[in-house]
């Protein structure tokens, strides 16, 4: 008797798709922007009183800021971003909209979170200083997310430090 080849063998391996939609558990792009988002927010609510009150939105109306200004109002930030995220991106990985996101940070060659020190001078730091820059920061301002488009997801933040953002 001559079996129909359209007919499924029992006797088979058994056979599956091994294809997977996101590899490595990348989180999503909207996910990665929800976050950004609510960091850029909890940024604009400390700084923008902040400069307020010390008088810079009047003498940057008045065109009398200086270098003293712009340094301390960066390094306030700077304090402000570690006292919020610091614990979170020490322990798990994580700044407050990553948390809100469902994201956190890890190494790309492990999947295990960076040590601190390693996450401020690789992911953040450069970016930082360049973003002051003439001419060169405005432009890697609106490079860097633009890499995450790429099929790998990762920012060029993220090339620079050695890690990709996954569902946490």
């Known amino acids: ?11 088979a391996a058994p056979e599956s798709d091994v294809t997977v939609d ?3 558990n990348l989180a999503s792009r ?3 922007l929800g976050g950004s988002i609510v960091d850029g927010l909890i940024a604009i609510a400390i700084i923008w009183p902040t ?3 010390l008088g810079y939105f ?5 065109g009398a800021t200086s270098i003293e200004d712009e340094i301390g109002l960066t390094l306030f930030g ?13 322990t798990r990985g994580q700044t407050v909209g990553k948390l809100a996101a469902g994201t956190r940070i890890v190494s790309v060659e492990d999947n295990k979170i960076l040590p601190f020190h ?5 992911r953040y730091l450069p970016l930082w200083v360049v973003a002051y820059i ?3 920061g405005p432009i890697i301002g609106i490079v860097n997310p633009l890499f995450i488009f790429r099929e790998d997801r990762r920012c060029l933040h993220d090339h620079i430090a050695g890690t990709r953002v996954i569902n946490a």
């Open 30 to 32: 909207g996910a990665r």
């Open 134 to 136: 003439p001419f060169i």
């Open 51 to 53: 400069m307020y009150f």
């Open 22 to 24: 996101e590899p490595m």
């Open 78 to 90: 700077f304090v402000s971003f570690l006292v919020i995220n610091g614990y979170l991106l020490a």
């Open 58 to 62: 009047g003498r940057a109306m008045e």
């Open 118 to 122: 390693k996450v401020i001078l690789l």
């Open 1 to 11: 008797m001559v079996a129909n080849m359209s007919e499924e063998n029992p006797y």
